[in-house]
């Protein structure tokens, strides 16, 4: 993180107007690299898919947003992306003056900053205790918010895959001291910290879950942040670019450890990548892993080609509008649901994304 989105243009001088933006620099060079030499191995420099989850996800949405990534781009996949909003350049100044001073550097002294190895970088950034981790609102490499208007209006032309799983922070707090023994007690004590539309939040998780324990109704909460930013980023995109948005979840519950994680992030990887029979101690045994490989990856390739999910192992499939808001659901049998959850939706309109619970498994 460190390396590639620590902001100094206000710190260290213009010529670091971009180093907020580093790492999705490096995708866009590599797109850059496959659009002037992938015909070279058989490939379509005209028809070019970026595909990314979670934090993968994210660059994805930013890289459409890109005027440098321009006509780079054909096709867009993010899976379980939380990267909206961006930094914003005050923010993300704050955390490198700190950043700065743990390592007694002066604003400007760009020869010290240079100096610096990277092993007494990250120890530095141990200290501060992090700095902010994706790309900044910078107003050179990104000059305006990918997810406005203009921005919007820019990539249009690129259809959209985008989507979450339904227990997105199994993944990140299995190893918590109170995940599988939360009380309801301590649910309780933590939802009020987080303000009073939270408990509309867990009302309606609990409505559609109602045989969930407390660790995992408070997992939804601390996850819902994926589901928020893909249903915000595919409203938008919707209605600038009506029919070229297409939103699918995944609800099929891992049998693994006595299905202890549920739907965890990443679970999506193995079958979109048709890789599940490399990852049986991560998917499980059966037939199941087969089945939803064969309805995701099926997916995943048919909209590469033609920029939209459908193929016969689906239901219709239809884009998102923000009448309907049709939502693939992706289990052993598949089904397409108009506006899933709909008490959940609204609640979570409610949360500005800021105000959602932070990352962490504490």
């Keep these: 993180t460190v390396f590639g989105y620590l ?4 710190l260290m001088g213009p010529e670091y107007a971009g180093s907020g933006t580093a790492g999705v620099q490096d995708l866009q060079l590599a797109l850059e690299w496959i659009r ?9 420099p005209g028809n070019v898919m970026v595909m990314g989850q979670s934090g993968g996800g994210s660059k994805v949405e930013v890289l459409m947003g890109m005027p440098g990534a321009r006509g780079l781009i054909h096709k867009a996949a993010a899976h379980s992306g939380p990267a909206y909003p961006l930094i914003t350049r005050d923010r993300a100044t704050e955390s490198a003056n700190k950043l700065l001073a743990a390592l007694d550097i002066k604003p400007g002294d760009v020869k010290a900053l240079q100096a610096v190895t990277p092993q007494a970088l990250m120890a530095a950034v141990g200290k501060t205790g992090g700095v902010d981790d994706g790309p900044v609102l910078d107003g050179a490499v990104v000059p305006e918010d990918p997810f406005g208007s203009a921005s919007l209006k820019a990539s249009s032309h690129i259809p959209l895959l985008i989507g979450w799983t339904k227990d997105e ?3 990140f707090a299995w190893k918590a001291a109170w995940f599988g023994s939360m009380t309801e007690a301590e649910l309780q004590r933590r939802v009020t910290t987080l303000g009073a539309n939270a408990e509309r939040l867990l ?4 409505h559609e879950y109602p045989g969930y324990t407390p660790t995992f109704l408070w997992n939804q909460l601390i996850g819902s942040r994926f589901r928020q930013a893909s249903e915000e980023i595919a409203v ?11 939103v699918w979840s995944l609800s099929w519950d891992n049998p693994v450890a006595g299905g202890i994680l549920k739907t965890p992030h990443t679970m999506d990887i193995p079958f979109v990548l048709y890789s599940f029979d490399r990852v049986r101690s991560c998917g499980g045994p059966g037939d199941g892993p087969k089945r939803m490989a064969e309805q995701m990856a099926g997916a995943w390739v048919a909209f590469a080609r033609s ?10 499939w239809a884009p998102y509008d ?16 108009n ?20 990352g962490g498994t504490t």
Excluded: C, W
């Design 169 to 171: 922070y199994s993944y």
């Design 203 to 206: 009302a309606a998780y609990r």
């Design 7 to 10: 902001h100094l243009a206000e």
């Design 307 to 316: 920029g939209k999910p459908a193929h016969k192992g689906l239901p219709h």
């Design 339 to 358: 506006d899933p959850q709909p008490e959940v939706r609204k609640a979570l309109a409610e949360i500005p994304l800021s105000g959602l619970p932070p």
């Design 236 to 246: 938008r995109r919707a209605t600038v670019a009506p029919g070229s948005v297409y």
């Design 36 to 44: 002037d030499n992938i015909e070279a191995f058989g490939g379509d």
């Design 322 to 337: 923000v009448a309907t808001r049709p939502v693939m659901d992706f289990n052993t049998r598949s089904r397409l649901v």
